[in-house]
């Protein structure tokens, strides 16, 4: 008998790399979001569209007991959607009342295994200003002081998830993501994350030119292919490790260097321009410590082959975003013109 999973998020970018890997290990799959995936069809056996926001959506979709459930949904994005200020309030209520819904159901519907995504962005903003030696292993998230209200709802949700397992024995796995990017990820709109934002504007940019980073560029992250960051989840529901775990990679970059990379990457001759904007934490590195000792893995994969093939696939998405809008340009210019002679 096949086992069963639900994907909370499954139109996103992690939930629908989840779905495929899922898929492959024969699973059904049912997943559900606001949306379909953007790039590519749901691989999900069913799809429900729906705002988790919503008690009745969330009652309908978990209606009875799935084997796993994955809970990636999230009111979230870069930096320039979560340290403005301007988000704050729906990234809190959003992603907290998502939370708040599912998780009794979990707990009701008798489920095996539930994951639940929270982020790096929780750990202290005071452990995290050094810039080369930031700490974020697993037991420094207190006392408490997250950079975001983004942090301190995930935070928020990973107290609800443990005290529920605490509470009524719900089987619950917490991860710690740190920066995951990849083909299939947002690369344009504000909410895309650093590694797309900068494929994107080397994509746009014409040779010779320049592109724009936030802050003084010298601030360090560290940053995870989709891949490992699937397995790492994979391998995490398979193991008797609770968490909260990190997911991450080790390998700390500046983001002034992560531009030169992808500058290399793309072939062209670009300057970097370094102005003011959101720039979070001065370090962020995963420690990964733990993750070897639990799971007897860690993350390896370079990152520069990881943006080698983020940077194909934007450069391609900005390619046909640009046919696109040319064509559409030169049917609104006959149309005019066709006006014109009638």
Known sequence: MKKTALIFGAGGFIGSHMARRLKVEGYYVRGVDLKYPEFSPTAADDFILGDLRDPHVCQNVLDRPFDEVYQFAADMGGAGYIFTGDNDADVMHNSALINLNIIPLCVQQRVGKVFYSS???????????????????????????????????????????????????????????????????????????????LCRKVAEASDGGEIEIWGDGRQTRSFLYIDECIEGVRRMMASRFSGPLNIGSDEMITINDLARLVIRISGKRLSIRNVPGPEGVRGRNSDNTLIRQVLHWAPKYPLELGMRKTYAWIAQQVEASRTAETAAALWEGNGATRRVCQ
């Open 119 to 197: 982020s790096a962005c929780m750990y202290p903003a005071y452990n995290q200003q050094d810039p080369d030696n930031p700490r974020c292993c697993e037991d420094s998230a207190y006392p408490a002081q997250p950079d975001s209200e983004y942090g301190w709802e995930k935070l928020f949700s990973e107290r609800l998830y443990l005290s529920f397992q605490r509470n009524y024995g719900l089987n619950v796995y917490i991860a710690r993501f740190h920066n995951i990017y990849g083909p299939e990820g947002v690369w344009r709109g504000g909410k895309e994350k650093a590694p797309a934002a």
